[in-house]
Protein backbone atom coordinates (compact mmCIF):
# COMPACT_ATOMS: atom_id res chain seq x y z
CA UNK A 1 0.00 0.00 0.00
CA UNK A 2 1.42 3.41 -0.50
CA UNK A 3 2.85 4.74 1.89
CA UNK A 4 1.19 8.45 2.08
CA UNK A 5 -2.43 6.94 2.14
CA UNK A 6 -1.65 5.76 5.82
CA UNK A 7 0.58 8.45 7.10
CA UNK A 8 -1.28 11.29 5.76
CA UNK A 9 -4.14 10.12 7.14
CA UNK A 10 -2.97 9.15 10.85
CA UNK A 11 -3.53 11.37 13.69
CA UNK A 12 0.05 11.44 14.07
CA UNK A 13 1.31 12.95 11.40
CA UNK A 14 -0.74 15.81 12.25
CA UNK A 15 1.02 15.70 15.85
CA UNK A 16 4.99 15.72 14.81
CA UNK A 17 4.04 18.69 11.90
CA UNK A 18 1.03 20.48 14.33
CA UNK A 19 4.24 23.28 14.57
CA UNK A 20 4.71 24.23 10.86
CA UNK A 21 5.79 27.71 10.81
CA UNK A 22 2.23 29.67 9.81
CA UNK A 23 3.82 33.01 9.33
CA UNK A 24 6.36 31.42 7.48
CA UNK A 25 3.67 29.94 4.85
CA UNK A 26 2.04 33.35 4.99
CA UNK A 27 5.40 35.32 4.18
CA UNK A 28 5.64 33.10 0.93
CA UNK A 29 2.59 33.80 -0.35
CA UNK A 30 2.76 36.89 -0.10
CA UNK A 31 5.67 37.63 -1.69
CA UNK A 32 4.82 34.89 -4.86
CA UNK A 33 1.40 37.06 -5.33
CA UNK A 34 3.05 40.42 -5.31
CA UNK A 35 5.68 38.89 -7.78
CA UNK A 36 3.13 37.52 -10.09
CA UNK A 37 1.10 40.13 -10.11
CA UNK A 38 -1.94 38.37 -8.77
CA UNK A 39 -5.74 40.12 -7.04
CA UNK A 40 -8.27 37.62 -8.58
CA UNK A 41 -8.97 34.78 -10.01
CA UNK A 42 -9.25 31.03 -9.75
CA UNK A 43 -6.50 29.03 -7.41
CA UNK A 44 -6.29 25.39 -7.06
CA UNK A 45 -3.94 24.28 -4.24
CA UNK A 46 -3.01 20.41 -4.82
CA UNK A 47 -1.98 18.51 -2.23
CA UNK A 48 -3.40 21.01 0.73
CA UNK A 49 -3.53 18.97 3.51
CA UNK A 50 -5.83 20.75 6.34
CA UNK A 51 -5.57 24.15 3.88
CA UNK A 52 -3.27 26.48 5.47
CA UNK A 53 -2.46 27.65 2.31
CA UNK A 54 -5.54 27.49 0.94
CA UNK A 55 -7.88 29.67 3.68
CA UNK A 56 -4.82 32.64 3.06
CA UNK A 57 -5.06 32.77 -0.48
CA UNK A 58 -9.00 32.80 0.23
CA UNK A 59 -8.97 35.76 2.97
CA UNK A 60 -6.69 37.96 0.76
CA UNK A 61 -9.46 37.83 -2.33
CA UNK A 62 -9.09 34.89 -4.42
CA UNK A 63 -11.51 32.03 -5.38
CA UNK A 64 -9.77 28.78 -3.83
CA UNK A 65 -10.27 25.18 -3.90
CA UNK A 66 -7.97 22.63 -2.14
CA UNK A 67 -7.79 19.11 -2.96
CA UNK A 68 -6.30 15.99 -1.24
CA UNK A 69 -6.49 12.84 -0.57
CA UNK A 70 -6.42 12.37 2.99
CA UNK A 71 -9.98 12.23 3.89
CA UNK A 72 -9.00 13.37 7.60
CA UNK A 73 -7.26 16.49 6.46
CA UNK A 74 -10.21 17.51 3.94
CA UNK A 75 -12.64 16.86 6.60
CA UNK A 76 -10.82 19.20 8.67
CA UNK A 77 -10.15 22.08 5.93
CA UNK A 78 -13.68 22.45 5.32
CA UNK A 79 -14.79 23.92 8.84
CA UNK A 80 -12.93 26.96 6.72
CA UNK A 81 -15.55 26.22 3.51
CA UNK A 82 -17.42 29.50 2.03
CA UNK A 83 -18.65 30.50 -1.39
CA UNK A 84 -14.99 30.94 -2.27
CA UNK A 85 -13.36 28.40 -0.65
CA UNK A 86 -14.04 24.86 -1.31
CA UNK A 87 -12.20 21.58 -0.25
CA UNK A 88 -12.45 18.15 -2.29
CA UNK A 89 -10.97 14.46 -1.36
CA UNK A 90 -9.10 14.01 -4.95
CA UNK A 91 -5.98 12.36 -6.55
CA UNK A 92 -3.64 14.62 -8.13
CA UNK A 93 -2.92 12.42 -10.52
CA UNK A 94 -6.33 13.08 -12.32
CA UNK A 95 -7.35 16.17 -13.81
CA UNK A 96 -10.24 17.85 -11.45
CA UNK A 97 -11.35 20.50 -13.73
CA UNK A 98 -9.73 21.40 -16.97
CA UNK A 99 -9.28 24.39 -18.28
CA UNK A 100 -10.09 26.33 -14.91
CA UNK A 101 -7.77 28.04 -13.01
CA UNK A 102 -5.76 30.93 -12.71
CA UNK A 103 -3.09 29.47 -10.85
CA UNK A 104 -2.17 25.91 -10.29
CA UNK A 105 -0.27 25.07 -6.54
CA UNK A 106 2.01 22.60 -4.85
CA UNK A 107 3.12 23.85 -1.68
CA UNK A 108 6.01 22.31 0.65
CA UNK A 109 7.23 19.24 -0.42
CA UNK A 110 3.92 17.91 -1.45
CA UNK A 111 5.17 16.09 -4.52
CA UNK A 112 7.95 13.06 -5.58
CA UNK A 113 5.28 9.72 -3.33
CA UNK A 114 5.27 7.58 -5.87
CA UNK A 115 7.38 4.64 -6.73
CA UNK A 116 6.48 4.33 -10.63
CA UNK A 117 7.69 7.94 -12.25
CA UNK A 118 5.13 7.54 -14.48
CA UNK A 119 2.77 8.74 -11.54
CA UNK A 120 4.90 12.00 -11.05
CA UNK A 121 4.68 12.71 -14.83
CA UNK A 122 0.89 12.01 -14.43
CA UNK A 123 0.41 14.78 -11.64
CA UNK A 124 2.29 17.35 -13.82
CA UNK A 125 -0.06 16.43 -16.57
CA UNK A 126 -3.29 16.97 -14.48
CA UNK A 127 -1.84 20.47 -12.73
CA UNK A 128 -1.30 21.80 -16.19
CA UNK A 129 -4.83 20.61 -17.91
CA UNK A 130 -6.17 22.15 -14.72
CA UNK A 131 -4.87 25.27 -15.86
CA UNK A 132 -6.62 27.73 -18.66
CA UNK A 133 -4.51 28.78 -21.44
CA UNK A 134 -2.77 31.42 -19.55
CA UNK A 135 -2.43 29.96 -16.11
CA UNK A 136 0.43 29.46 -14.12
CA UNK A 137 1.53 26.63 -12.15
CA UNK A 138 3.52 26.97 -8.90
CA UNK A 139 5.30 24.49 -7.24
CA UNK A 140 7.33 24.52 -4.00
CA UNK A 141 9.93 21.85 -3.65
CA UNK A 142 13.11 21.00 -1.11
CA UNK A 143 16.19 21.84 -2.55
CA UNK A 144 16.98 18.13 -2.83
CA UNK A 145 21.12 18.56 -2.75
CA UNK A 146 21.15 20.91 0.58
CA UNK A 147 18.84 18.17 2.14
CA UNK A 148 20.70 15.04 1.38
CA UNK A 149 24.36 17.15 2.67
CA UNK A 150 22.71 18.71 5.35
CA UNK A 151 20.54 14.81 6.69
CA UNK A 152 20.08 14.67 10.49
CA UNK A 153 20.16 10.50 10.44
CA UNK A 154 18.48 9.88 13.57
CA UNK A 155 16.23 12.13 16.35
CA UNK A 156 13.77 11.97 19.20
CA UNK A 157 11.07 14.20 20.02
CA UNK A 158 8.33 13.76 22.38
CA UNK A 159 5.00 15.81 21.43
CA UNK A 160 1.76 15.79 23.53
CA UNK A 161 3.24 13.19 25.28
CA UNK A 162 3.86 10.76 22.03
CA UNK A 163 7.71 9.64 21.68
CA UNK A 164 8.47 10.04 17.79
CA UNK A 165 12.00 8.14 16.87
CA UNK A 166 13.17 9.58 13.31
CA UNK A 167 15.57 7.28 11.05
CA UNK A 168 16.17 9.39 7.59
CA UNK A 169 18.58 8.32 4.85
CA UNK A 170 19.16 8.62 1.58
CA UNK A 171 18.73 5.34 -0.76
CA UNK A 172 18.18 4.59 -4.60
CA UNK A 173 17.04 8.05 -5.56
CA UNK A 174 15.05 8.42 -2.42
CA UNK A 175 14.65 10.63 1.21
CA UNK A 176 13.26 7.94 3.16
CA UNK A 177 12.12 8.87 6.37
CA UNK A 178 11.64 5.92 9.26
CA UNK A 179 8.84 7.03 11.89
CA UNK A 180 9.06 4.87 15.23
CA UNK A 181 5.91 6.32 17.49
CA UNK A 182 5.26 5.22 20.95
CA UNK A 183 2.03 6.93 22.30
CA UNK A 184 1.36 4.79 25.72
CA UNK A 185 1.30 1.20 25.12
CA UNK A 186 1.00 1.71 21.55
CA UNK A 187 3.55 1.56 19.22
CA UNK A 188 3.31 2.47 15.25
CA UNK A 189 5.76 2.40 12.42
CA UNK A 190 5.30 4.91 9.09
CA UNK A 191 7.59 6.36 7.00
CA UNK A 192 8.15 9.10 4.39
CA UNK A 193 9.52 8.41 0.70
CA UNK A 194 10.17 11.40 -1.41
CA UNK A 195 12.09 11.19 -4.88
CA UNK A 196 14.87 13.28 -4.74
CA UNK A 197 13.61 15.17 -7.70
CA UNK A 198 15.93 17.64 -9.15
CA UNK A 199 15.27 20.94 -10.73
CA UNK A 200 16.71 18.92 -14.01
CA UNK A 201 13.86 16.55 -13.06
CA UNK A 202 10.96 18.76 -12.93
CA UNK A 203 12.44 20.52 -16.33
CA UNK A 204 11.72 17.18 -17.90
CA UNK A 205 8.44 16.40 -16.55
CA UNK A 206 7.47 20.05 -17.83
CA UNK A 207 8.46 20.25 -20.90
CA UNK A 208 6.38 16.77 -21.49
CA UNK A 209 3.46 18.17 -20.34
CA UNK A 210 3.67 21.19 -22.72
CA UNK A 211 4.97 23.83 -19.81
CA UNK A 212 8.18 26.21 -19.95
CA UNK A 213 9.90 27.28 -16.51
CA UNK A 214 9.61 30.89 -16.65
CA UNK A 215 10.42 31.92 -12.89
CA UNK A 216 13.34 30.30 -10.43
CA UNK A 217 13.48 30.77 -7.00
CA UNK A 218 15.53 29.53 -3.83
CA UNK A 219 13.72 30.61 -0.68
CA UNK A 220 10.80 31.73 0.60
CA UNK A 221 11.99 35.56 -0.09
CA UNK A 222 11.89 34.86 -3.60
CA UNK A 223 16.14 34.47 -3.87
CA UNK A 224 17.93 33.45 -6.78
CA UNK A 225 17.98 29.17 -6.79
CA UNK A 226 21.61 27.79 -6.01
CA UNK A 227 21.72 24.25 -5.84
CA UNK A 228 23.61 23.68 -3.94
CA UNK A 229 22.82 26.50 -0.98
CA UNK A 230 19.52 27.00 -1.18
CA UNK A 231 16.54 26.04 0.79
CA UNK A 232 14.03 25.94 -1.38
CA UNK A 233 13.22 24.88 -5.08
CA UNK A 234 10.49 26.88 -5.76
CA UNK A 235 9.57 26.50 -9.95
CA UNK A 236 7.18 28.98 -11.93
CA UNK A 237 6.03 27.41 -15.18
CA UNK A 238 3.32 27.98 -17.44
CA UNK A 239 1.95 26.05 -21.10
CA UNK A 240 4.05 26.36 -24.46
CA UNK A 241 0.91 28.07 -25.97
CA UNK A 242 3.52 28.27 -29.30
Known amino acids: MDWFRNWFDSKYYHILYKNRDKDEAIFFLKNIIKH ?10 VACGKGRHAKYLNEIGFN ?14 KKYSNKKLKFFVHDMRSVFKENTFDLVTNLFTSFGYFENTTDEQDTINAMAKNLHKQGLLLIDFMNVKKVINSLVENETKEIDGVKFTIERKFDKNYIIKKIKIKDEKTILNFQEKVRALT ?9 KANMKIIDLFGDYSLNNFNAINSDRLIIIAKRNNN
Do not use: P, Q, R
Not at 36 to 45: A, P, R, S, T, V
Not at 199 to 207: A, K, S, T
Open 199 to 207: LFDFNIMLE
Open 36 to 45: LKLDEGKILD
Open 64 to 77: VTGIDLSKNSINHA
